[in-house]
């Protein structure tokens, strides 16, 4: 993974700051997100958003980690993992009818997996770990894709 430091050095910094962009756009209305009325949709694309970009931040903080990287790794493939079944069964509460995330956990679900597998594997020492940095990619894709949501968009493009 020492070739791709400068990337995961640069992921950490990018995902640090579009959580704190996604934290202002929340706080600009945060009734239409959080509030009682808040369309359930509109959590479930800022949970989206938030924890995608909280795990490519936190799983490119632990790539410039070295040696112990895969480990931390692994650990926080399972308490994401553990995060999203309890937001999940949280939503399913409060919202029966909130689709958004019932789609979303699956694929998160999925992801961490690949996570877990990928660390477990450098762990034993196999693999280079290019499959974290394709993880990456495209968790800084799906969540600016759910902040795009989020922020108005009805179609899902420009």
Known sequence: MNDAKDFFAASV???AALIGLLFVAI???PDTVFGASADPRKR???ASAFVALANVFFVSLAALAGPAAPR???V???LSAYQIVREGMLVGRLFPGALGLRRF???SLCIYA???VLA???SLGVGDGHGLLYIALGLYGYALGAAWMLVGSREGVV
Do not use: F, K
């Open 13 to 15: 910094g990018s995902a």
């Open 27 to 29: 706080t600009l209305a």
């Open 44 to 46: 479930a694309q800022a």
């Open 72 to 74: 931390i790794v692994v």
């Open 76 to 78: 926080l493939a399972l």
């Open 105 to 107: 956990a699956p694929l």
């Open 114 to 116: 690949c996570e877990l």
């Open 120 to 122: 477990a594997r450098l």
